[in-house]
Nanobody, 124 residues
Framework: VQLQACGGGLVQPGGSLRLSCAASGSIFSANHMAWYRQAPGKQRELVAAITSGGTTVYAESVKGRFTISRDNAKNTVYLQMNSLKPEDTAVYYC???????????????????WGQGTLVTVSS
């Protein structure tokens, strides 16, 4: 599976961004998809995940602000980020895996495929 993430950039606090991750090389609909992020000096953490069946999982810190979605016809997963805060600044990565169970999705090393990352900077 090849993953290509885009949509990062510089945004002011309170603003919005939408990240996209296009997948190829596999049956997209069969894969669970996720967005992780990694800030300088911190561990990579799960932001949100969506299973092949559409069930979503979110980090507590982004609940109510971020929404993950997928378009199987376009082989793309999205992360809509609203009410952004400076602490959301990080490199955001998309990930894919076809075999994980939901309880394993919060561990980044369990995911098989990764995109290259896109930088999100929230600053005034």
């Amino acid at each position: 599976v090849q993953l290509q993430a885009c949509g990062g950039g510089l945004v002011q606090p309170g603003g919005s961004l939408r990240l996209s991750c296009a997948a190829s090389g596999s049956i997209f609909s069969a894969n669970h998809m996720a967005w992780y992020r990694q800030a300088p000096g911190k561990q990579r953490e799960l932001v949100a995940a969506i299973t092949s069946g559409g069930t979503t999982v979110y980090a507590e810190s982004v609940k109510g602000r971020f929404t993950i979605s997928r378009d199987n016809a376009k082989n793309t997963v999205y992360l809509q980020m609203n009410s952004l805060k400076p602490e959301d600044t990080a490199v955001y990565y998309c990930a894919a895996d076809s075999t994980l169970i939901q309880s394993s999705m919060r561990t980044w090393s369990n995911w098989d495929y990764w995109g290259q990352g896109t930088l999100v900077t929230v600053s005034s």
